[in-house]
């Protein structure tokens, strides 16, 4: 019997991998581009015919191919809103079967239909994704082209000179990404070459951790201004991780402090070799040793299984870490499984949900009935896995026990996530080390020119009448806290109390009872932002006392404590003069 060669029917393949390679020569060849619309593996075979013989390597037993434009045609179930809809289904009939032979020891091809109801120009077939492939010469010479800082549309004019085809954006790019990436993995070496850029900035303070074996670990940063914005807002310190710049695979931590305007700003930034516990506890023992302002903070937000809230309250006992709420979430849902804690599916669902409502309950009586539901779900590895991993600390965790003292409402590090993007978008793919330096320290730079601007244009809000109680407000503090409080007296209009018994009073509130004074309150805005609450200021106003109290708002909320370390009072009397000037001409 004559054997046959190349994708046709009758044809016979030993293995898996040469089936897949002459499937895609044939795809080449023939200008198409094919996926596979059905497969079954040996295993679900064998349940269908247990006494065929069948070879467990080839993997597959059955492997249909049918055109990209195969398939049945889409059809909307919307109400014509949207009817410039594309879709590459045109029910191509075009299909290549697969199947085993009859000794089960290789793959035949069955049946080709070869016939399209379209036609796939040679031109168009080079822009499909799977066809577009680079040759050895132009993955070479995309190293050369990258190297000299090319832009991403020149260097795909003369990569597609070199291949002799059409390329798209990402064939220019990713073959030189990928060695690049290899090419500058940080290591112990490069880690070094940051320490003169560093060291070289004035007021800097440069600190390098190494191990017993006197080898680099990590590299402890922080200049002046970190350093002085982190002793005039200590409160609360965020500490997340980034963990590539660019191209360079270097952990980064990154630690914030929340300024008078609700603004981010850094305290202090840790290069790392390798994210490890003790490099991290050390890194977090030199920051407390350089900050003594750190014996005023309250509260340390943290999101990684390296730096948590027990190596905080080791570090920093006098500070409650604050579990990141995402970190939280993504835990639940990668040790919640079926495989971890022998759960079935409708286990695994329901506990996920009780986990999950955990995370955002309120206040303890809701703690306590979800703890409750999650002891009658007669899953005993989950509440053993709950028990010793979650519920002592569930003070860092679940949001109504976050904001029982100063947090400033902060449950995540969206900020560190946030800033770390806005830092890497200014540094330079594929830079070296000290390139690399040099671009974030000029990024730092960049980013808190742009939050002292908009604190110079700071414009007044319009429609505030003199001597109100927001225009004093206004005056007190900075733009951030007075849109708080704004809010605040605006909603104090619709508070209502169940009772009021000489200076405390009982204010109606569906989450949980609150009691309240004059000075004081239970709800979560006032113990965390230490700022007027609406039931503080509905109270003052039945009792009839004034509505601006300025010891009702923390000092670093107020302008004198934001700008005065910050700015020369000759250009905050500028600004107000040019504002001034600028209204005053808006409303003749």
């Known amino acids: 019997m004559t054997q046959v060669t190349g994708f046709r029917v009758g044809a016979e393949f030993s293995s898996y991998s040469e089936l897949h390679r002459e499937f895609r020569r044939y795809q080449r060849d023939n200008s198409v581009q094919m996926w596979t619309k059905h497969s079954r593996t040996i295993e679900a075979q ?3 015919a247990p006494k065929r013989p069948m070879n467990i390597a080839l993997k597959f037993a059955e492997i249909d191919y049918v055109c990209n434009h195969g398939g049945k ?4 179930k919307g109400f014509g809103k949207r009817p410039i809809q594309r879709t590459n289904k045109m029910k191509c009939p075009c299909i290549i079967k697969v199947r ?3 000794d089960g020891d290789k793959f035949v091809v069955k049946e080709m239909n070869e016939s399209h109801n379209h036609t796939v120009p040679q031109e168009e077939e080079e822009r499909l994704q799977h066809q577009r492939l680079c040759v050895k010469a132009l993955r070479v010479d995309t190293t050369s082209v990258v190297s000299l800082r090319s832009n991403g549309a020149g260097v795909k004019v003369q990569l597609g000179e070199v291949a002799g085809k059409m390329l798209a954006d990402e064939d220019a790019h990713s073959p030189a990404r990928k060695e690049k990436c290899g090419q500058f993995k940080v290591n112990k070496t490069d880690l070094e070459k940051m320490v003169p850029t560093l060291a070289a900035v004035k007021d800097g303070t440069v600190v390098m951790v190494v191990n017993k074996a006197n080898m680099l670990q990590a590299i402890y940063y922080q200049d002046g201004r970190m350093k002085q914005t982190f002793e005039r807002f200590p409160e609360v310190l965020l500490v997340g991780a980034t963990y590539s710049w660019a191209g360079l695979q270097l952990p980064t931590y990154l ?9 981010s700003e850094l305290a202090s930034l840790w290069f790392l070799q390798s994210e490890e516990r003790e490099t991290v506890r050390q890194l977090l023992r030199i920051f407390r040793q350089k900050n003594p302002a750190a014996e005023g903070t309250r509260a340390v937000v943290v999101g990684s299984k390296v730096c948590n809230g027990e ?4 570090v920093l006992p006098h500070c409650k870490p604050l579990a990141c709420l995402a970190h939280t979430l993504s835990v639940f849902q990668d040790d919640v499984t079926t495989e971890k804690l022998h759960l079935t599916a409708g286990q695994q669902s329901q506990l996920l949900q009780i986990l999950h409502s955990m995370c955002y309950a309120t206040w303890t009586e809701d703690y306590d009935l979800l703890y409750r539901q999650l002891l009658d779900s007669n899953a005993e590895s989950a509440v053993d896995y709950f028990h010793k991993t979650w519920h002592g600390s569930r003070r860092q965790w679940v949001e109504g026990f976050k904001h029982e003292n100063e947090s400033y409402l902060t449950s995540s590090l969206q900020r560190v996530q946030a800033l770390s993007q806005r830092l890497a978008a200014t540094v330079e793919d594929f830079s070296n080390v000290t390139s690399f330096t040099r671009d974030l320290l000029k990024a730092v730079d960049t980013v808190r020119a742009e939050c002292d ?6 414009a007044p809000p319009a429609g505030l009448e003199d001597n109100s109680v927001e225009s004093f407000y206004r005056e007190l503090l900075t733009d951030f806290a007075f849109r708080r409080v704004q809010r605040e007296l605006e909603e104090a209009e619709w508070v209502s109390f169940l009772s009021v018994e000489a200076d405390r009073a009982w204010p109606v509130c569906r989450r949980r009872a609150l009691v309240t004074d004059q000075a004081s309150c239970q709800c979560a805005f006032r113990t965390s932002m230490r700022l007027p609450c609406r039931h503080v200021l509905a109270l003052r106003r039945r009792l009839g006392s004034d509505l601006f109290e300025p010891s009702l708002c923390a000092g670093r ?18 600004r107000d003069k040019v504002q001034q000037e600028r209204y005053r001409q808006a409303f003749k």
Do not use: C, M, Y
């Not at 630690?255 to 603004?263: T, Y």
């Not at 601007?453 to 700071?458: A, K």
């Not at 302008?559 to 905050?572: V, W």
């Open 73 to 76: 045609l889409f059809k909307t």
């Open 255 to 263: 630690l914030l402090a929340i300024n008078g305007n609700g603004e």
């Open 46 to 48: 064998r349940r269908r």
């Open 100 to 102: 085993l032979s009859a």
């Open 453 to 458: 601007q908009r604190v110079l244009q700071r």
């Open 311 to 314: 190596l905080v309250t080791d």
């Open 557 to 574: 909320w107020t302008q004198e404590h934001f700008l005065g370390g910050q700015f020369p009072p000759a250009s905050l009397r500028e």
